[in-house]
């Protein structure tokens, strides 16, 4: 399966042109660019095949070019880039620089997180306090992709550039969008405060398949950044990952009772466990088989991951064959394929660290 499934994206690779494809240098294609050379560079990390690096690089250098705002999303993938390749170069520590002035500064910042020094303390009991709601505000409009960026980048910044200092206030910021964006009733995490009417006596949460994918992979990006040094916020952001996962996969496991008992509404059962968002439900299986590999959770999620890989490929690449792939997934397609590349990259880590066996025998449909 490894050799033919890693034909297949190099196949797609050259299918969809993506080099020449000009598309991917318009604003609005930024963030699909990003995702697909984070694929490209995590599969160069796990399998050592500068095909992939090859083709990233041409993406890296187009876009580091561009204003600090548009170039935010890459400069993260390369300052957390492990493999020994020399990929950062004036212009990116430069850049590096910026985009963390920009985090701290910038005021198109509205909702006040990102910034440093939070005036105000968290409450020990979770209660939302005014305050904490001020602080938060406008978060029902947040961007989770921003999110992701900006904590990844940021702790990684702290790790490599700025010893560690800023760690106190990334995870006081995380304490913080958990206190505001969760849902206690089902222990996930929501996308804002504000749920879904259905009527005037019921509402549904603001939370996906995605939302949930987003959060523990940020979450566990986060704490892979966090120096195991500096325990107290290394050991807090590993928690904060380990609870989310967990809880998502025992919410999943008693999804039928609660709708049965009426705590959970079958609209959410569906959205949260059922929508078929491919590109999410590979981003979950990076994040849980990443979790395991770091031993943020138990290693049977990495068994849980993998078969959720599984069934994403399964069922992309059989669509696509059938000629049934839909619309908006084609127009991410890009985006598609650099998320299940990180997935596949860290299942190939996994493996290599023993947790997981990938059969030869098993090709996904390819």
């Known amino acids: 399966m490894k050799k033919e499934f890693e034909a297949y994206l190099k196949k797609r690779l050259e ?20 995702r697909l050379v984070k694929g490209l560079l995590d599969m160069y990390e796990a399998t050592e095949d500068e095909c992939f690096l090859n083709y990233a690089q041409p993406h890296i250098a187009d876009i580091l070019s561009y204003d600090v705002s548009r170039a935010a999303g890459m ?55 005014p ?25 990684a910044y702290e790790n490599k550039f700025n010893g560690h200092f800023g760690y106190e206030d990334i995870h006081k910021q995380l304490l913080a969008l958990r206190q505001v964006n969760y849902c206690k009733r089902l222990n996930i995490y929501t996308s804002s405060q504000t749920g879904v009417s259905l ?14 994918a987003l959060m523990i992979s940020t979450l566990v990006d986060t704490s892979e950044q966090i120096h195991e040094a500096i325990f107290e916020y290394y050991k807090g ?10 809880n998502y996969f025992e919410l999943k496991a008693n999804a039928d009772q609660l709708v049965s008992d009426k705590v959970m509404h079958q609209i959410e059962k569906n959205v949260l466990f059922e929508m078929p968002m491919i590109s999410m439900q590979a981003l979950l299986a990076y994040g849980v088989v990443k979790a395991a590999l770091l031993n943020i ?27 049934t792939v839909e619309r908006l997934e084609k127009h991410h397609f890009k985006a598609s394929l650099g998320i299940i590349m990180s997935a596949y990259a860290i299942v190939l880590q996994a493996e290599k660290k023993g947790l997981l066996s990938i059969k030869e025998d098993v090709c996904y449909g390819i």
């Open 15 to 34: 299918d969809f042109e993506i080099i020449k494809d000009e598309r991917l240098l318009e604003e609005e294609f930024i963030e699909e660019t990003n």
């Open 75 to 129: 400069v993260k993938n390369i300052l957390t880039m492990n493999a020994n390749v020399n990929i950062i170069d004036e212009l990116s520590i430069k850049k590096i620089h910026e985009v963390r002035e920009f985090y701290k500064n910038h005021e198109r910042n509205q909702y006040g997180i990102f910034k440093r020094d939070i005036e105000f303390e968290l409450d020990e009991k979770e209660v939302v306090t």
């Open 131 to 155: 305050e904490l709601k001020a602080h938060m505000e406008g978060l029902k409009q947040f961007s989770f992709s921003d999110l992701s960026r900006a904590f990844v980048f940021l702790a």
């Open 199 to 212: 009527d005037e006596n019921h509402e549904i949460i603001n939370a996906t398949i995605g939302t949930q």
């Open 237 to 246: 952001v590993r928690d904060l990952a380990k609870e989310a996962i967990v």
């Open 297 to 323: 959770v138990s290693e049977k999620y990495a068994l849980v991951g993998f078969e959720i890989l599984k069934g994403v490929v399964t069922g992309y690449l059989n669509k696509e064959k059938n000629g």
